[in-house]
């Protein structure tokens, strides 16, 4: 089973792929740590992303499809992939649209995680603040100026996305308010 996790950033994407690859053996395919990684490996490509993230803006087409060609082309032995944080824009659901083509493979559904803004941003600076207490490192893009941009990113670029699923016929919503094991819950229904 093949799957999308589509929200606006701080609706718990990441956190119910963990969920996901637990009791499925799914694989998470999360662009953000994808590129996260490659920004500390020194690499030209790490650089130029690097000042992209921090700002919130997305980085180009190329560049996460390259990386989830990658990955889908290797293959391996597992419960499927969940896509957390990818396609974010429509060239990149069309792409992996033709990707999962070329490889026989196909979506089974596109889960939209509904949550309002007011939330995200508590969510995210909250996400923040746990880090800071706990002395671990914050994410250069968890700051409110950063957050304003990523969101205006999802609404302007990603956002379209619901709408083209929804004409394909996969998408399907949960409740992203509720507690953890409740929107678990909730997905879990969803895929059977
Ligand atoms: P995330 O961890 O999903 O919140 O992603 C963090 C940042 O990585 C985003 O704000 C973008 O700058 C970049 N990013 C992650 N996934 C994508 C994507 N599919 N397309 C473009 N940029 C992305």
Redesign the pocket.
């Known amino acids: 089973m093949n799957i999308i996790l589509l929200g606006p950033?701080g609706a718990g994407k990441g956190t119910q792929a963990q969920i996901l690859v637990d009791q499925r053996q799914m694989v998470q395919l999360?662009?953000?740590d994808m590129?996260r990684e490659a920004r500390t490996s020194g690499t030209e490509m790490g650089k130029i992303v690097a000042d992209?993230?921090d700002r919130?803006?997305?980085?180009t087409d190329e560049i996460?499809i390259g990386l989830i060609r990658e990955k889908l082309e290797a293959g391996g032995d597992h419960g499927g992939y969940i896509f957390d944080?990818?396609?974010?824009t429509l060239a990149?659901a069309d792409a992996l649209g033709a990707l999962l083509d070329e490889l026989g493979m196909k979506l089974d559904a596109v889960i939209e995680m509904q949550v309002d803004d007011e939330v995200l941003v508590q969510r995210i600076l909250g996400r923040a603040e746990e880090a800071r207490a706990a002395g671990k490192p914050v994410r250069a893009?968890d700051n409110e100026e950063s957050l304003r941009i990523?969101l205006m990113a999802y609404y302007k670029q990603t956002a379209p996305l619901i709408g083209y699923y929804h004409a394909k016929g996969d998408l399907r919503a949960v409740n992203g308010l509720g507690a953890i094991d409740e929107v678990a819950g909730e997905i879990k229904a969803l895929l059977g």
């Open positions: 950033p999360s662009t953000g590129l992209v993230m919130g803006d997305l980085v996460v944080g990818f396609p974010r990149q893009d990523r």
